[in-house]
Nanobody, 122 residues
C-alpha cells in the first residue's frame, strides 16, 4: 500500500508564491520519476513539472518555466514544487505523481495524490 499526501495549496494573489509538498509512504522499494500535474475546471490534466531519480533531470511545461522549480529528497521520499510569480491561469487542482516499486511488485506503478487546490486571484 502506497500513499502520496500533498500539502501547501491555498489562495494567493497574482505575483505571490506558494510551495507544494508531497510525501510518499508505504511499502516502497524505490521511486523512479516524480512530478506535479494540474487540472483546471473544464480542462484536461497536464504535466507541470517532473524530476528523475538518479540524475535529477527536470522537465517543465512551457507555461511555468522560469517561475516554478521542482525538487526532491530521495531520503525522505518527498517532492516539492516552488511556485513563484503566480498567475490567475495557474489556478487548478495540483496532483503529485510518482512511479513507485513496492515490496510486492517487480515493476513500477504510477501513484497519485488526492490533489490540492491552488487559487490565484487577480
Amino acid at each position: 500500500q502506497v500513499q502520496l499526501v500533498e500539502s501547501g495549496g491555498g489562495l494567493v494573489q497574482a505575483g505571490e508564491s506558494l510551495r507544494l509538498s508531497c510525501a510518499a509512504s508505504g511499502s516502497i522499494v524505490s521511486i523512479n520519476n516524480m512530478g506535479w500535474y494540474r487540472q483546471a475546471p473544464g480542462k484536461q490534466r497536464e504535466l507541470v513539472a517532473s524530476i528523475t531519480s538518479g540524475t535529477t533531470r527536470t522537465n517543465y511545461a512551457d507555461s511555468v518555466k522560469g517561475r516554478f522549480t521542482i525538487s526532491r529528497d530521495n531520503a525522505k521520499n518527498t517532492v516539492d514544487l516552488q511556485m513563484n510569480s503566480l498567475k490567475p491561469e495557474d489556478t487548478a487542482v495540483y496532483y503529485c505523481n510518482a512511479r513507485i516499486r513496492t515490496s510486492s511488485r517487480t515493476y513500477y506503478n504510477d501513484y497519485w495524490g488526492q490533489g490540492t487546490q491552488v487559487t490565484v486571484s487577480s
